[in-house]
């Protein structure tokens, strides 16, 4: 059971928990400014990010930002539902990812656009596990979030596959960026990797490996979704707009041009380029980024209905869809961006 949610933390909490990097900026293609640029908090969820967070990286040093007359600040969470995140949100102070937990919980914030809807990650787990059921006794990934965060919630999933509960395996609470490190040294025996990660961890210790796909374990699962304090919505709607499609704009240039964004991810996630090159290759296969609203109604609906099922949603307070994700926005921003397109088999 997740622990109550406590939305009006001091703002300190987003200074101290929140890690702020600028990258250069490529020359773009800049709209008829008028004014100086507009500027924005955006939120990603790992510090460093993961190949699939990047996009904001993207845009950046695309340019489109600056194309959509903007002058966007990245700043890096330890984890999609770490206080920090949860508290810049609330106060509208940055987009960030917002999860329909938080908003079923009193968030007063609102989904409006699926960087990466679909899962990417592998649970990934020690030599001596060889099924669900190995899970018993050894420790697992609370990263970035603790309980209720999603290793705590991956985890869980994953000893539920073994007819396991939480209280069969040790949880073990620990910053994002030690999740890879973790698995490696032993210090954990089961996390969920970004595929960048899991390259890099069965590589670097013979012997682990993939366990489960997590799109696989939990197949309609909501991944990562941009929400924003409804206030700051209802006031500054086309600046929401623009920067979300600059965003969209980011995530069709990663399925495109492989050569020109795979140099930028390498540089923002600190990673090698032969593993970013294959997550690159199977984020793209498998449809990770949103090109277009990164929305699926009936993943959404799944999503609320698990999270109620499993107690993580009050079932008294169960929110719709439509108080959770905003389709009419990202529509907007949609066009903005150029209007809906097909990339290979991506659609969302």
């Not at 001091?10 to 702020?20: D, E, F, M, Q």
């Not at 990934?141 to 073994?162: D, F, I, N, P, T």
């Not at 719709?320 to 009419?328: E, G, I, R, S």
Request: aromatic share 6%; with cysteine; net charge neutral.
């Amino acid at each position: 059971m997740l622990r109550e949610l406590r939305l009006r933390p001091v703002l300190s909490l987003v200074v101290l928990g929140a890690c702020v990097l600028i990258l250069d900026t490529a020359p773009g293609a800049a709209e008829d400014c008028k004014g100086p640029p507009r500027k924005i908090n955006i939120g990603v969820s790992v510090t460093p990010p993961n190949v699939a967070h990047t996009t904001p990286y993207i845009a950046k040093a695309l340019g489109l930002f600056a194309k959509h007359c903007m002058d966007a600040n990245i700043i890096q969470f330890d984890g999609g539902q770490s206080p920090a995140a949860l508290a810049a949100v609330a106060q509208g102070t940055a987009i960030a990812n917002v999860t329909d937990v938080a908003i079923g919980r009193g968030a007063k914030a609102v989904q409006i656009w699926g960087i990466a809807p679909r899962m990417p990650q592998s649970y990934t787990v020690s030599e001596g596990v060889k099924s669900a059921t190995d899970l018993k006794g050894k420790k697992l990934s609370a990263a970035g979030g603790g309980v209720g965060g999603y290793q705590w919630r991956m985890g869980r999933e994953a000893l539920r596959k073994g007819n396991l509960v939480i209280d069969d395996a040790q949880f073990i609470s620990q910053a994002t960026a030690g999740r890879l490190a973790g698995i490696v040294t032993g210090m954990i025996d089961g996390v969920s990797l970004h595929p960048e990660d899991a390259y890099l961890a069965i590589k670097d210790k013979p012997g682990t490996h993939v366990l489960f796909e997590i799109s696989d374990l939990v197949p309609n699962f909501v991944f990562n979704v941009y929400g924003v304090n409804t206030d700051w919505l209802a006031r500054d709607r086309p600046l929401l707009r623009d920067t979300i499609a600059a965003m969209i704009e980011a995530n069709r240039a990663i399925y495109r041009d492989k050569d020109k964004v795979v140099p930028i991810m390498v540089q923002a996630t600190e990673k090698p380029r032969e593993a970013v090159e294959y997550a690159w290759d199977r984020n793209t296969r498998n449809c990770i980024w949103g090109v277009n609203e990164g929305f699926n109604e009936q993943r959404t609906k799944w999503t609320i209905d698990n999270n109620v099922e499993v107690g993580d949603i009050d079932a008294a307070h169960k929110p719709a869809v439509a108080q959770v994700f905003d389709l009419k926005f990202s529509q907007e921003a949609v066009e903005a961006a150029g209007g809906r397109v097909t990339i290979g088999h991506c659609t969302e």
